[in-house]
């Protein structure tokens, strides 16, 4: 007889059925899932008779902890386990390569597997304790999905024995459905894990055909790094003379650069930025809130390079808005 549970005799009634390869109704935070061993092919076979589900539509293995993935899944890229630390558990579920121990059934024949792990108590306690539960979620196939232990109730009553009852659930839809076995990661269906966080995370998705890459940082679009007075980029120590000489009349002008560039330009003023670039690196604010305090106009020595030059020049284009002479 089908009866709703509340959580600890649930929990412990639905241990029982699942060890004897029965099905069982589990809150997660998304919908409520219909849970059997995702091992066992007996077990998951009823899920679809249950559901009315046709057999090509797989289903999502439902885990409690990330160890669980090597039993489930095989050649599991990188990327699973970065997404795994921001969004396990939660409303997240990733496709990846199946492994020989699961049965057929629960992927429709196909050679991958979904995975995720439910931010729910309930659940998480229930799967602890008993084995990775293959779960759709807990409707008549083509229903609306159960967010209370009643929607369950009355679209499933009489097809199994225990409903856990865990209230309604918090997110409410669906979780997110990533595939990670294409060549690029692909959003199978959105939830409330987003294709943006995604990409920060992983730093591309697909979805909708579409490929949403990794915000910029935030911070890149606005002007920082500024100081008080105007400033600019010299692209050498002659092109720093000419800029010098032209406006010394109408401005009180300082030339900051490396000592052998400082001393290339003469008897004008200037400040140190060291012998190298790692120097550079480190005197080049101090330099700047200095310069603004004393002078009112920056010449400031471009560098070349690709390494921390590229970083340095990312700062210093800031000061002076990117104007070169
Ligand atoms: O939030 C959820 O994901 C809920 C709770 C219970 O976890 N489960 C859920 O399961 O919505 P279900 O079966 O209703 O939807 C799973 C979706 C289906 O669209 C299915 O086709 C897709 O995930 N799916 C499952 N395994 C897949 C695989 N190996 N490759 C591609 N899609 C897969
Ligand atoms: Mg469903």
Known sequence: MTQIYE????????????????????????????????????????????????????LIVHISELGAVSKIAKNVPKAFFMLAEKF????????????????????AGGNTVAVRMPNHKIALELIKNSCP??????????????TTAEHVYEDLVGELDVIIDGGDCSVGIESTVLDLTTDVPTILRPGAVTAQMIAD???????????????????????HYAPKCDAVQANSALS????????????????LGLDDFCAEVGQRNTLSLGANAQEYMASVYNALHTAERNFDYIIIQ????????????????????????
């Open 240 to 255: 720093a003379i000419a800029e010098y000489d032209r406006c010394a009349e109408s401005k009180n002008p300082v030339i």
């Open 88 to 107: 396990m558990p939660g409303a997240l579920t990733i496709v990846l390569e199946k492994s020989d121990n699961i049965p057929d059934i629960v992927t």
């Open 201 to 223: 995370t992983i730093g591309e998705v697909l979805q909708n055909g579409k490929v949403i890459k990794v915000a910029k940082s935030p911070g890149m679009k606005y002007q």
């Open 7 to 58: 959580p600890k005799i649930g929990i412990e009634k639905a241990i029982d059925v699942i060890k004897n390869d029965g099905i069982v109704v589990f809150p997660t935070e998304t919908v409520y899932g219909l849970g059997a061993n995702a091992f066992s092919e007996t077990a998951v076979a009823k899920i679809f008779k249950a559901k009315g589900r046709p057999q090509d539509n797989p």
């Open 302 to 325: 471009k560098l070349y390079g690709d390494g921390i030059e590229d970083s340095i020049m990312n700062r210093v284009s800031k000061a002076t808005g990117g104007r070169e002479v």
């Open 133 to 146: 539960l293959a779960a759709p979620s807990a409707n008549k196939s083509k229903h609306i999905s159960p």
